[in-house]
């Protein structure tokens, strides 16, 4: 499989809080990872580290052919050609409130790869109709729900053709009804073979979806491989603890 | 007729005139100035430069903290000192313009910060430059939170170019003491100089309305 992202040696610190130490990791291409952990344990920080909206103090960062030294002061060339590869969706969804459902999934190919209008018009329908919502391409993002909002996000992640998609928590905000319709969506992109990372706090949705599994604590990996492996897992206490917590929620 | 209904009759077209020719174009011009000025100091004072910071942040103190009137003085009256000699209207312009931009750099930079922090993320995400950022996802959103500060300040701009009747500019109010000098009506003529005002801002109240409204037509 071909290498993608990888991290190596990174440290993330807040205020002297270490909140990623000495992170070795590589993201494959078409696999789709779900990383867990408990709450802090640095799972949104490795994330965001992916796509440079945090930036690691130490290690290096590759993506591709890009290898960026961490320890350096970053360009924006460098930050620019880092984020041209990754697409990411949030938690808060975080559209942009003031364009219709449609100008909304257009903006980046636009603005940014300066894609003609009417290709990108036609990508931005054709994306809205994968996700089901192509009826709504007309309508402001505040007359749609958390979900219809959430797949929005995912269209408009999409419309970039990133080498790797970034999901932050995509369903935490979401009442469990909505949930399912996220769910699917993103289940359909890891059946079409997209490189994906999620995190979730979702385990049975981990379990049918993830090809691999991190689990973080304090800002370590304490787990990396395939999701039935750590499924299955009886010799690490703190997994099956971390496991069994999650199943009363 | 009474005498009083005869002079307000009489004062109303020359004070209205004064107006239209000193207190709306430079309320206006001042206004317009003072925008530019306004984004320019919001920006630099959000900016990871810290010398931008300080040298916007040190003309903010000074012009908020200072009257409007003393800086008019010393703009008129005191620069020709260091041989920098201004007409009244240049003076004017000049001095509402820096004032204004100051009260109305604040009030941009409010807005800015009460726009989410993961709109910034999400453009930012997609690969967008500074630049894209604030102009296809701050701005749009900027000017409709910006609206009611922006608005007050712009009233206040032209409340305050009352002043002007100080430094030999024949505003509004300097013809209404003119005529209160000839008629000794002051209750009379100041409340219709007053009156007019209040007509102005009316005016500039129901366009905010407007522009709040189409400015909004997502929420
Ligand atoms: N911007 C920040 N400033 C300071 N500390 C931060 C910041 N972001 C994260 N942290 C700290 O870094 C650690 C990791 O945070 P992170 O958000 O990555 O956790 P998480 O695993 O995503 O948690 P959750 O499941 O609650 O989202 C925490 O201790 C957190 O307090
Ligand atoms: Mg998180």
Known sequence: MDLIVQFSNVHKFFDGHEALKNINLAFNKGETTVILGPSGSGKSTLLRCINLLETPERGT???GDIIVDLSKPISKKERLAIR????MVFQSFNLFPHMKVLQNVMEGPVTVLKEER???MEKGKRL????GLSHKMDSYPSQLSGGQQQRVAIARALAMEPKFLLFDEPTSALDPELEGEVLKV???LSEEGKSMIIVTHNLSFAKEVADRILFLENGEVLFDGETKKFFDNKENDRIQSFIQSMQFI | MSREMEIAIESFWPILKAGLAVTIPLSLLSFAIAMVIAVITALARMSNVSILRYVFGLYVWIFRGTPLLVQLFIVF???PNIGIVLDAWTASIITFSLNTGA???ESIRASILAIPKGQWEAAESLGMTYWQVLRRVI????IRISLPPVTNDFIDLVKGTSLVASITLADMFMIGQQITARTYEPLLIYSLVAAIYLLFITVLTFVQGRLEKYASKYI
Request: hydrophobic share 50%; aromatic share 8%; glycine share 4%.
């Open chain 2, 103 to 105: 009260y109305a750099s």
């Open chain 1, 118 to 120: 009417a290709a990108a």
């Open chain 1, 61 to 63: 960062l590759a993506i």
């Open chain 1, 84 to 87: 041209q590869n990754t697409a």
């Open chain 2, 139 to 142: 701005a749009p959103q900027t």
């Open chain 2, 77 to 79: 009256f005191g620069l």
């Open chain 1, 186 to 188: 993103l289940k359909d």
């Open chain 1, 128 to 131: 809205l109709t994968k996700v």
